[in-house]
């Protein structure tokens, strides 16, 4: 017992130095951080919730508009959060909405006003030629506090322009946004 109560005596200290160290080198890497630039950056990303959401009102608007399409919700990565193939859409409409909403995410443009404005310049006519990049009507980036953190993308509308406004519908209301 009484090497228990000098083992203890000597290891207080110890431990409050440890904390000590441990302030200063946080007080250290914040200073560090400040003066030399920060290295991360917070970010908002959609919840699994607002993309269920933003699915219901474009399939809402969808179904207004008596179509049958095919939705897809990506993260600002690029990610597919949500894809839902209407019944008797065709299967190349899958591929077409994630890759509608991969284009507005990217290049931060709706892709109808992209393809249209790309048809019309030739220096962004090579657009078309990029791989992931589909120039068609029905995808629409989704912004939040300036900034765009996702995407959606329609296929399989009936016509560019009822694919855009399905789109157009899945605006973000009430979003559930996390911050990391």
């Known amino acids: 017992m009484k ?5 203890l005596v000597l290891l207080i200290p110890l431990f409050s ?3 000590i160290n441990s302030k200063k080198t946080d007080v250290i890497n914040n200073s560090n951080a400040r003066t030399e630039g920060n290295y991360t950056t917070p970010s908002q990303q959609l919840t699994l919730k607002t993309a269920f959401h933003i699915t219901e009102q474009a399939r809402a608007a969808a179904i207004a508009l008596g179509k049958n399409v095919t939705i897809a919700v990506l993260d600002a990565s690029g990610q597919i959060i949500i894809l839902t193939r209407g019944d008797e859409v065709g299967p190349h409409n899958t591929e077409a909405a994630r890759r509608k909403a991969y284009t507005a ?17 030739p220096d962004t006519q090579n657009l078309a030629t990029l791989p992931e990049l589909l120039l068609l009507a029905g995808g629409y980036p989704l912004w939040y506090s300036g900034k765009v953190i996702g995407s959606i993308g329609i296929a399989g509308g009936g016509s560019p322009e ?9 605006e ?7 911050t990391h």
């Open 162 to 170: 009822n694919d855009d406004i399905i789109a157009k519908s899945g």
């Open 3 to 7: 090497f228990n109560s000098y083992l």
């Open 17 to 19: 130095l440890a904390q």
């Open 172 to 178: 973000i209301i009430d979003a559930q946004i996390t």
């Open 105 to 121: 995410l990217s290049t931060k443009t709706p892709t109808l006003l992209l393809s249209r404005n790309a048809r019309s310049n």
